[in-house]
């Protein structure tokens, strides 16, 4: 089982940037995919990013152009990067590993998903 710990949050202003770094501190995420969820007060959780084993992508649309996710199997890590931040994406961020290499098929879903971070914070504020 994966243990897996978010860093990076913040508060920023509108059109700032931030980088989400999720590290594996138990376990390896070599030949693991990896997603990243968001999830604002009073809302669901959902997902906006999935990156396989071989670093191929899926981005949601809400945030396609401006977030990017990579990964540095070296460092077992997996990062967010996220430009031209705008209030509505102000909530908790977390990453995400469905023991698969894959994205799971309905890549943004929560239940497809086995192993959770704790969470950081981002807040897009003036």
């Known amino acids: 089982q994966l243990q897996l710990v978010e860093s990076g949050g913040g508060l920023v202003q509108p059109g700032g940037s931030l980088r989400l770094s999720c590290v594996a501190s138990r376990g390896t995420l070599r030949d693991q995919a990896v997603g990243w969820f968001r999830q604002a007060p009073g809302k669901e959780r959902e997902g906006i990013s999935c990156?396989?084993?071989?670093?191929?992508?899926l981005i949601e649309n809400s945030v396609k152009g401006r977030f990017v996710i990579s990964r540095d199997d070296a460092k077992n890590t997996v990062y967010l990067q996220m430009n031209g931040l705008k209030p509505e994406d102000t909530g908790i961020y977390y990453c995400a590993a469905p023991r698969n290499t894959a994205c799971p098929n309905i890549a943004f879903e929560a239940y497809e998903y086995d192993d959770w971070g704790q969470g950081t914070q981002v807040t897009v504020s003036s």
């Open positions: 990156i396989t084993a071989t670093a191929f992508t």
